[in-house]
């Protein structure tokens, strides 16, 4: 009897651990009024990653359909980009924290970035500084809030639309304005988002 409740506390302990990872992965029932794209920001899962796991060519869903849900980045991978995106986007309005989230995502699909999540914010440029400033001055080291996080979800389920913004900066702050010589993308807030 000891050894059954030893072995139903290790799996009950177990599924709560990956619970998130499990929410992350598995199905999901349409329910009335849902998109493809909330859907894919209550998950942190793009839209085209939706459309691939479910064979679909297009948005149609239909309410009662079960749908794959793909996974997406890891929760280790998910709390860094939202706590870098507590510490970049901080008083700025939630469509920034949305573009700076999206920033991160599209470094990851771009060649002359690293591949993952984790090695962009981690990155040191050429010139030996961090890519991320609260890499380098500890602010990443801070919770992420509620709405840091909802902005992760939206830029993944976001992720691969948009204007293809690499970039980002504060023209007000910021000591070296090497960023001005790019292409301008958009503003949202102070902030100006280039490629």
Known sequence: MKKLMITL????????LYSNDAHAAGTHQVKAGESLYLIGQQ?????QALREANEKTGDMIFTGETL???SSISAAEKDLLARLVRA???GEPYAGKVAVATVVLNRVAHQDFPNTITGVIQEVTPSGHYAFSPYMNGE????ADAESVRAVNEALAFNGKGQGSLFFYNPTTATNHWNATRTETI????HVFSK
């Open 9 to 16: 506390t290790a799996a009950f302990s177990f599924a709560l």
């Open 43 to 47: 998950y942190g899962v793009s839209v």
């Open 68 to 70: 794959a849900i793909p």
């Open 140 to 143: 990443i080291n801070k919770a």
């Open 88 to 90: 970049e986007a901080e």
């Open 187 to 190: 503003r949202i807030g102070d």
